[in-house]
């Protein structure tokens, strides 16, 4: 059975870090993107971050540019968001994805990944 389990949520003040941590289990990931979604209350799930296979290369959207950075040990079957410099509107809970097989582009697209956590709650205070 495959399992995508995030860890690492959690409350904290505007300004301070949190680390979150996807541990993958079931397959291996290594040959495959991974991503990093979340949805505030009210809103729709929105892309966050995403890391090509070999951690080559990431993506960022506009809001978290420069505050967040995503990463990922394949020997550990695992991808990390390190956040730092949060806002009240980081907000959210986060899902940590992974596509099913290997392709690229459509990163920021959450209809791209067959897999899916369920998710660590983020707060973030004023």
């Known amino acids: 059975q495959v399992q995508l389990v995030e860890s690492g949520g959690g409350l904290v003040q505007a300004g301070g870090s949190l680390r979150l941590s996807c541990a993958a289990s079931g397959r291996t990931f290594s040959s495959v993107p991974m991503g990093w979604f979340r949805q505030a209350p009210g809103k729709e799930r929105e892309f966050v971050a995403a890391?090509?296979?070999?951690?080559?290369?990431?993506y960022y959207a506009d809001s978290v540019k420069g505050r967040f950075t995503i990463s990922r040990d394949n020997a550990k079957n695992t991808v990390y968001l390190q956040m730092n410099s949060l806002k009240p509107e980081d907000t959210a809970v986060y899902y940590c994805?992974?596509?099913?097989?290997?392709?690229?582009?459509?990163?920021?697209?959450?209809?791209?990944?067959?897999?899916w956590g369920q998710g660590t709650q983020v707060t973030v205070s004023s």
């Open positions: 994805a992974a596509r099913g097989t290997y392709y690229s582009g459509n990163y920021d697209s959450e209809r791209h990944y067959d897999y």
């Open positions: 890391i090509t296979r070999s951690g080559g290369t990431t």
